[in-house]
């Protein structure tokens, strides 16, 4: 019988150790006490879920069970006709009382898994542990996760633990349901290589086989890591018991990344020296193959195809996720699940593509090692308590009702086709060189207008458009007079945009006090001409407004909601463009933002500072106006997937920070190595300005705080500043 391709869904829910701490990923984003999150999934129409009911969450101290949790999320789920595909262990190691290395591991897991199917009969589908070699490895051979362990013999022994405890607990689970399905997932890429370390890519491409191949029983004799096992001491009465006895899963599950494939060099040079590494014959860099140069097209689907032809058994993708901006989220999904339907049409028994990461996740920066709230979304975002639906949903709705999903960003391929993946241009073998793409995927190009050329925002946008493979026109004054109405019409006609943002306006805060007239034609009447056609024509509107809308009268960050007293007439101008524009077009998008600051500007506050105390220079700082300091590129990033998530009315977009230019700028001299001393505090009140400015326009956000913390940000500008300092 014929399976339709479905798409199936899972939340991010490792629960791993690192030395005694226990990170939850369930409890980091909320949805261990938000049961209505499965409401939301299955108004997507998703009905099969990878559901963690995790063994180390539900262990109690007295060696029992606490199973409220699963009681109500398993009922939930049953009332909502969605199937649950139960995992057990997800990278984690089990309850206190076991290990990855405990030769009871595997009965203390069956142990469970027999009270759960007891209690939950009606429950068919289970991955009693995920990715097991994946997390054999950053257990037992990398030493990341517990029980940080860095040798073969670790390594190979908890992989064998792991695929015994699978196979008891498919036993276990088929006492009380006899037709218990194993959907079995793992981390699966491919490794190329310089021909000098041909020997260590080909032991690598078997040894990614070998959670399966146990499973499968066919780890015997004949099998190429045979003696490898046994010569770091495998038993080889324990290779037997899984031969004999083999648990083949019903469907094989591949997680495939965008680093899964990887390249191994000799050459250091070319490389940095996170990539740098080894086995006991030579030194070698392993990194992502996707960054070297040549066009390497072993992707998703030849991967799959691969699997297949090994196996021959039933295949699923199991996570699908990259965690970059959104139109790259849309991309990599978009062709996964093409992928799969082409796959299909070949013969290849796929049954789902798992969109992962509903949730989003927590600190994959750091391989979760370390609790550092660094998030990337993902269907939802929940940044703001709540979580908030982002493109990814309406792509997972469209695709789960049979529906054709259209959006601009998908005319472009992926940034793993485009040229500008290549951070090592080194020469990549053969068979791993394709024929370059052709990057846009349709005739026409859908394009994101933008004014305000060539000020800060709009250069910003220009460069990150490019970065993204997002089709833009930059437009200056001279191009486009955004506050004729004729002239915007005619332009907007001709052009035909899928988004206009507005980055144009006078920004002269104290000359605005001099010339009112200008100030309020560019600011106000520009942003109500764009947004009245953009309503018109069903075009999606961005503008952009100003921390100077608040009179400081507070000590907190301003949220989206608090009231507008603006002190000065370019604040006045900011506010009265935000109600024109909300009356205009009510789908628009208005951010306000603070401090500018970016790698691409010559004149903002940071870098004019940095460049006076890199030549021994004294310069002087308010101490106290308090701000909320804004990278530019992180502010570009946030508002483009805030667009095209379909965002509208006012959002706060500011990096996570409250503090005054005067500590700002000894923050940014102490991380350039800069004599701090240099810089001397100034009361706001002994300078003159034409334009009154509020104390405290710090901002922050009820909707979600989007950019990162205010260190990352500055860590990031010493990294990418394209302009002198020095």
Not at 68 to 94: N, Y
Not at 424 to 429: E, F, G, I, L, R
């Amino acid at each position: 019988m014929e399976h339709k391709l479905e798409l199936w869904a899972g939340i991010e829910c490792t629960a791993n150790r690192v030395q005694d701490t226990y990170f939850d990923q369930i409890k980091w984003s909320g949805h261990d006490a938000r049961p209505d999150d499965l409401r939301r999934f299955a108004e997507l129409g998703i009905r099969t879920l990878r559901f963690p009911i995790l063994w180390e969450r539900c262990y109690l101290s007295s060696g029992e069970f606490d199973w409220t949790w699963a009681d109500e999320r398993l009922a939930l789920a049953r009332e909502l006709k969605m199937e649950p595909i139960v995992g057990f262990v997800h990278h984690g190691s089990g309850p206190p009382s076991t290990s990855l290395l405990d030769p009871e591991f595997p009965h203390k897991l069956s142990e469970f898994a027999a009270q759960f199917a007891q209690r939950y009969p009606w429950v068919k589908r289970y991955t009693p542990i995920n990715e097991p070699l994946t997390t054999a490895r950053f257990s037992g051979l990398y030493g990341v996760w517990y029980p940080h362990h860095r040798n073969d013999s670790s390594f190979l022994q908890i992989l064998l633990n792991e695929c015994l405890a699978i196979a008891a607990s498919m036993r276990a689970i088929r006492q009380f349901i006899p037709d218990a399905e194993l959907i079995q997932t793992e981390d699966m890429g491919r490794v190329f290589s310089t021909p000098f370390l041909a020997y260590q890519a080909r032991f690598e491409n078997r040894r990614r086989w070998l959670s399966f191949d146990l499973l499968f029983g066919r780890v015997t004799q004949e099998h190429p890591l045979w003696d490898y096992m046994l010569e770091y001491g495998i038993d080889e009465n324990q290779l037997l018991e899984l031969s004999e006895n083999p648990c083949p899963p019903a469907v094989l599950g591949i997680n495939h990344y965008l680093t899964s494939n990887r390249f191994l060099d000799e050459r250091f040079e070319f490389y940095p020296p996170h990539a740098r590494g080894g086995n006991k014959k030579h030194r070698y860099a392993d990194i992502e193959a996707v960054r070297v140069g040549g066009e390497c097209i072993y992707g998703p689907k030849e991967l799959l195809r691969e699997v297949w032809q090994r196996y021959r058994q039933p295949l699923a993708v199991t996570e699908c996720h990259v965690g970059c901006t959104r139109d790259e989220q849309l991309r990599w999904l978009h062709e996964v699940w093409q992928s799969a339907h082409e796959l299909k049409a070949e013969g290849v028994d796929i049954r789902a593509v798992t969109v992962w990461s509903l949730l989003g996740s927590y600190d994959w920066n750091s391989l979760v090692t370390r609790a550092d709230g660094f998030y990337e979304s993902g269907v939802y975002d929940v940044r703001g308590g709540e979580p908030r639906p982002t493109a990814l949903a309406k792509l997972v709705k469209a695709i789960n009702h049979g529906e054709t999903y259209d959006h601009p960003a998908l005319d472009t391929l992926g940034w793993w086709h485009r040229e500008d993946r290549v951070l090592y241009p080194t020469t990549v073998p053969a068979n791993a060189i394709g024929q370059k793409p052709n990057l846009l995927k349709q005739d026409r190009s859908r394009q994101i207008v933008i004014t305000g050329s060539p000020g800060t925002l709009a250069t910003a946008f220009g460069f990150i458009c490019k970065r993204r493979g997002l089709q833009y026109r930059l437009l200056s004054h001279k191009d486009l007079d955004i506050a004729d109405y004729n002239a915007v019409l005619a332009c907007l006609k001709e052009l035909r945009p899928w988004a206009v943002i507005n980055a144009a306006g006078y920004v002269k805060v104290d000359e605005a006090e001099k010339n009112p007239d200008l100030c309020f034609r560019a600011n106000v009447i520009g942003a109500e001409v764009l947004s009245q056609i953009c309503a018109q024509m069903g075009i999606q509107f961005l503008t952009y407004s100003t921390d100077l809308v608040f009179n400081g009268q507070q000590n907190n960050p301003y949220n989206e909601r608090d009231f507008t007293a603006p002190l000065n007439i370019y604040g006045q101008s900011k506010a009265m463009a935000e109600s024109k524009v909300n009356d205009a077009h009510k789908e628009a998008l208005i951010i306000r933002t603070s401090a500018f600051f970016g790698p691409w500007d010559e004149y903002n506050f940071l870098v004019q500072s940095l460049r006076q105390l890199s030549q021994g220079r004294e310069i002087g700082a308010f101490r106290d106006q308090v701000v909320s300091p804004t990278y530019v590129p992180h502010l570009v990033d946030s508002s483009l997937d805030l667009l095209m998530d379909g965002e509208a009315g006012i959002w706060h977009l500011a990096n996570h920070g409250v503090l005054s230019w005067y500590d700002f700028a000894c923050e940014a001299a102490k991380l350039q190595g800069l004599n701090a001393k240099l810089i001397q505090p100034v009361d706001s009140s002994n300078v003159v300005h034409l334009a009154k400015r509020p104390k405290f326009s710090a901002l922050g956000s009820e909707r979600g705080q989007l950019l990162p913390k205010l260190d990352n940000a500055l860590e990031r500008f010493m990294t990418e500043c394209r302009v002198a300092i020095q």
